[in-house]
């Protein structure tokens, strides 16, 4: 099996910064994508960044500029460097994973926890 941890989520002050760790660990043969969505309270689960295995990356309007996300394949992790919070990030962040399977080689997706980030003065 396969398990992804966050880490780092918190209360911050507005214009503030966090950094989300998440971490897979398991029967990991190699990952492909690497993402992090946030789920504010009574909405649907949305993208906030992606990241390819070779390093492309793609955001969501709202953060670009803001959010910085990379990844050490060599530690199977992912960061979500936010800056300049506003109160409209506070959500749960959501990290997920495409992964490859040792012995199978089956591709599967998960998706960790979930880690909350409140923006509030």
């Known amino acids: 099996q396969v398990r992804l941890v966050e880490s780092g989520g918190g209360l911050v002050q507005p214009g503030g910064s966090l950094r989300l760790s998440c971490a897979a660990s398991?029967?990991?043969?190699?990952?492909?994508?690497m993402g992090w969505y946030l789920q504010a309270p009574g909405k649907q689960r949305e993208l906030v960044a992606g990241?390819?295995?070779?390093?492309?990356?793609n955001y969501a309007d709202s953060v670009k500029g803001r959010f910085t996300i990379s990844r050490d394949n060599a530690k199977n992790t992912v960061y979500l460097q936010m800056n300049s919070l506003k109160p409209e990030d506070t959500a749960v962040y959501y990290c997920?994973?495409?992964?490859?399977?040792?012995?199978?080689?089956?591709?599967?997706?998960?998706w960790g926890q979930g880690t909350q980030v409140t923006v509030s003065s």
């Open positions: 997920n994973a495409e992964v490859i399977l040792v012995r199978t080689f089956d591709k599967r997706t998960y």
């Open positions: 398991g029967s990991i043969l190699s990952i492909n994508d």
């Open positions: 990241i390819t295995r070779g390093g492309s990356t």
